[in-house]
């Protein structure tokens, strides 16, 4: 796919840079960016899609339905996601060259690995985008309609070391490791950051690996 946006985009004569995060995040490819120079005065953007879809579990054979819509005809993914985005971006660059049409600059940027958590945008050096308002291409919603903000989910992985004590003589010496998780974990709604922010605790073990018990995931 990487190779495909990049000769379409130079045919359009167009300088096309991939940088050297494919190896460093294990993909086939880096983060491709190119722009189009200001030809009138304005705000510039930046245009952004990935370049990756999540493994069709079988043939991708496109067909057009009644309704004008793109499916496929082989009942697994059809791959708009986000390949729909990337063909609107590819379009609109050439339409807006050969038309000659007036803009204050389009930066274009292609990422992969976005399904497996937004690796390759992270990769990327922001540094180098000169618009600092940009669209990203990646909603099955209505034209028109602007996501503002997404869910995201961090996991982290952390040891809680208790301290034994004589339960008869010296009870306050002892240090419960249970008890300073359930302390850290408080309740599920955390406000670290913003109210809608949650906090769950997917799993608990022994030093000897053994299950203590699982809750359940917000």
Do not use: W
Request: glycine residues 10%.
């Amino acid at each position: 796919m990487a190779d495909v946006v990049a000769a379409y985009l130079r045919d359009c004569a167009l300088e096309v840079d991939e940088d050297d995060s494919g190896d460093k995040i294990g993909s086939t490819a880096g983060n491709l960016y190119t722009r189009l120079e200001a030809t009138a005065p304005g705000t510039p953007i930046f245009l952004c899609a990935h370049l990756d879809t999540v493994p069709p579990t079988g043939r991708i054979e496109p067909v057009v339905d009644d309704e004008g819509v793109v499916r496929n005809a082989a009942g697994t993914i059809l791959g708009a996601d986000d390949k729909a985005a990337i063909a609107v971006m590819l379009e609109a660059t050439r339409q807006v060259l050969a038309d000659r049409r007036a803009h204050a600059g389009v930066e274009l940027l292609f990422t992969p690995k976005e399904e497996v958590g937004l690796v390759g945008a992270a990769a990327f050096d922001e540094s180098r985008l000169t618009a600092r308002h940009g669209f990203v291409y990646d909603q099955a919603a209505p034209i028109g309609e602007i996501v503002l903000g997404a869910p995201y989910s961090q996991s982290l992985e952390v040891t809680f070391h208790g301290r034994a004590s004589h339960a008869g003589m010296y009870p306050e010496e002892g240090r419960n490791a249970i008890a300073a998780l359930t302390s850290s974990h408080g309740s599920r709604t955390a406000a670290t950051g913003s109210s809608g922010t949650t906090r769950s605790c997917a799993s608990l073990r022994t030093p000897s690996g053994a299950p203590v018990k699982t809750f359940g995931s917000a």
